[in-house]
């Protein structure tokens, strides 16, 4: 299995500022790497897949780049609705697909 | 608009069964992969099962494999989770989702349904 390690767990910005969140999976993955958002109480919400592709109405402060073992989610500028929890996934190595633990993104 | 509507969810004795559903609307349900996703309170996200649109290829995680069954029924437009043997740790939030067509991550996924496991 394709283990999944996040970081960091908690990350504080302010409202306007660059997040980097990162990912990094056990074997490699190619560029089968998605990117989902989950806010309290709701479902998650696919962002980036295959690495680097927006999902649709996305926005374009949203990017994904990395292959193989090392992925990175960039919020270029955070706005008040982008405080929340994200995950990676893999799909490559599948079944099973697995998840990061996650990467909550707070108000600094 | 494309809906995915979980139900059959509750509180369950150890040992106990239950069987989940998820009705789909807003897209041509037979042509899809589905997936069962779950959270456990507090916890992040954890792949369950996955069924092609033709149901001739079925996966299951290690940990419900011989106690939980996926299924579907392309003419009712849906879904089914049948939980068997149930846990203290299948605990969860589960959630339905859909397969991006020809790919294997999930382009929308439903509202969950909570299962709690307790004596």
């Known amino acids: 299995e394709t283990v999944m390690t996040q970081s960091p767990a908690t990350l504080s910005v302010s409202p306007g500022e660059r997040a980097t969140l990162s990912c990094r999976a056990s074997?490699?993955?190619?560029?089968?790497l998605a990117w989902y958002q989950q806010k309290p109480g709701q479902a998650p919400r696919l962002l980036i897949y295959?690495?680097?592709t927006r999902a649709t109405g996305i926005p374009a402060r949203f990017s994904g780049s990395g292959s193989g073992t090392d992925f990175t989610l960039t919020i270029s500028s955070l706005q008040s609705e982008d405080f929340a929890v994200y995950y990676c996934?893999?799909?490559?190595?599948?079944?099973?697909?697995?998840f990061g633990q996650g990467t909550k993104v707070e108000i600094k | 608009e494309v809906q995915l509507v979980e139900s059959g969810g509750g509180l369950v004795k150890p040992g106990g069964s239950l069987r989940l559903s998820c009705a789909a609307s807003?897209?041509?349900?037979?042509?899809?992969?589905m997936n069962w996703v779950r959270q456990a309170p507090g916890r992040g996200l954890e792949w369950v099962s996955s069924?092609?649109?033709?149901?001739?290829?079925?996966y299951y995680a290690d940990s419900v494999k011989g106690r939980f069954t996926i299924s579907r029924d392309n003419a009712k437009n849906s879904l089914y989770l049948q939980m068997n043997s149930l846990r203290d740790e299948d605990t969860a939030v589960y959630y339905c989702?859909?397969?991006?067509?020809?790919?294997?991550?999930?382009?929308?996924w439903g509202q969950g349904t909570l299962v709690t496991v307790s004596s």
């Open positions: 989702a859909r397969d991006t067509y020809g790919d294997y991550h999930q382009d929308y």
């Open positions: 807003g897209f041509t349900f037979s042509t899809y992969s």
């Open positions: 069924i092609n649109s033709g149901s001739s290829y079925i």
């Open positions: 074997q490699s993955v190619s560029s089968n």
């Open positions: 295959g690495a680097s």
């Open positions: 996934q893999q799909y490559n190595n599948w079944p099973p697909s697995t």
